[in-house]
C-alpha cells in the first residue's frame, strides 16, 4: 500500500503565489516518475509537470515560466511551486507517483495518487 498525501491548495489573489507539496508513505522501494496534474469541472485532467527519478522535468506551454516542480527523494516528496497565478490556475490539483513497492514480500509497480487540493485564483 502507497499513500500520497497533498497539502498547501489556498485561496490566493492573481499575481501570488502558492507551494503544493504531496508526500509518499509505504512500503517504497523507489520512486520514479512524480507529476503534478488538475481538472476543472468539465474538463479532462491537465498534465502540469513532471520529473524523473533523476530531475528532468517537462512542463505544460501554459505553466511554463511560471511552475516549478521539484522532488526531495530522501523524504519521498515532491512540490509545485507556483508563482504569478492567474484565475486560469484555479482547479484541483492532483500529484501522482510511479512507485515500486513491497506487498506481500512481492515488489509490484504501480501509479498511486493524491486525494487533491482545491487552488482557487481569484480577487
Known amino acids: 500500500q502507497v499513500r500520497l498525501v497533498q497539502s498547501g491548495g489556498d485561496l490566493v489573489q492573481p499575481g501570488g503565489s502558492l507551494r503544493l507539496s504531496c508526500s509518499a508513505s509505504?512500503?517504497?522501494?523507489?520512486?520514479?516518475?512524480m507529476g503534478w496534474y488538475r481538472q476543472t469541472p468539465g474538463k479532462e485532467r491537465e498534465l502540469v509537470a513532471t520529473?524523473?527519478?533523476?530531475?528532468?522535468?517537462n512542463y505544460a506551454d501554459s505553466v511554463k515560466g511560471r511552475f516549478t516542480i521539484s522532488r526531495d527523494n530522501a523524504k519521498n516528496t515532491v512540490y509545485l511551486q507556483m508563482n504569478s497565478l492567474n484565475p486560469e490556475d484555479t482547479a484541483v490539483y492532483y500529484c501522482?507517483?510511479?512507485?515500486?513497492?513491497?506487498?506481500?514480500?512481492?515488489?509490484?509497480?504501480?501509479?498511486?495518487w493524491g486525494q487533491g487540493t482545491q487552488v482557487t485564483v481569484s480577487s
Open positions: 509505504g512500503s517504497i522501494i523507489v520512486i520514479y516518475g
Open positions: 501522482n507517483a510511479n512507485v515500486k513497492f513491497s506487498h506481500l514480500l512481492i515488489r509490484r509497480t504501480g501509479i498511486s
Open positions: 520529473v524523473t527519478s533523476d530531475g528532468n522535468t
